[in-house]
């Protein structure tokens, strides 16, 4: 079974311009999360959806993060003007059982 | 919030040793989560645990859920290469809006 597929595996871009992160969690997950992991802070979670409904987007760190989940199949996460402070790795993941998350590869992100 | 704290930040051992890691936390949970992650990857599910006392073994890992519902321990045996990378402890509780806890993770290397 394909777990979770996150694209791309390595974004560059620079200040100012619009970065989207993909996502497509593993089949019948019912879960997504995606969370932001760097040295200083760790794994954090952004927001996470049940049944493509956002259920707590506490963890977004400003209005330049949004995200969305039209159908159960794929979720994105927006950054609207990206900023250097913003380079992390990004996860995606999907679990049945809210506990047991099963992660993606990570985007890294880097903003010049 | 609540926090998980796992110390030391990085552990070094020999091949063939044996490693234990704990995580403690000020609150209780009652579900802890040990996670693996390889460079360049996310995090992978190594053992779950769900009740208090709890001790579980999945190859050469054990874990086992304190009694006080604060802490976690995990022990690897027989240390190998590939058991290098980072380890994480994650808490969570039940409730609709109960969130996954993560710790900052230790980073083993093992020395051939």
Known sequence: DAGVIQSPRHEVTEMGQEVTLRCKPISGHDYLFWYRQTMMRGLELLIYFNNNVPIDDSGMPEDRFSAKMPNASFSTLKIQPSEPRDSAVYFCASSLQRRKLFFGSGTQLSVL | ?112
């Open chain 2, 1 to 112: 919030g609540q926090q998980l704290n796992q110390s030391p930040q990085s552990m070094f051992i020999q091949e063939g040793e044996d490693v234990s890691m704990n995580c403690t936390s000020s609150s209780i949970f009652n579900t802890w989560l040990w996670y693996k992650q390889d460079p360049g990857e996310g995090p992978v599910l190594l053992i779950a645990l769900y009740k208090a006392g709890e001790l579980t073994s999945n190859g050469r890992l054990t874990a086992q859920f304190g009694i006080t519902r604060k802490d976690s321990f995990l022990n690897i045996s027989a240390s190998i290469p590939s058991d290098v990378g980072i380890y994480f402890c994650a808490g969570a509780n039940t409730g609709a809006n109960s969130k996954l806890t993560f710790g900052k993770g230790i980073t083993l290397s093992v020395r051939p």
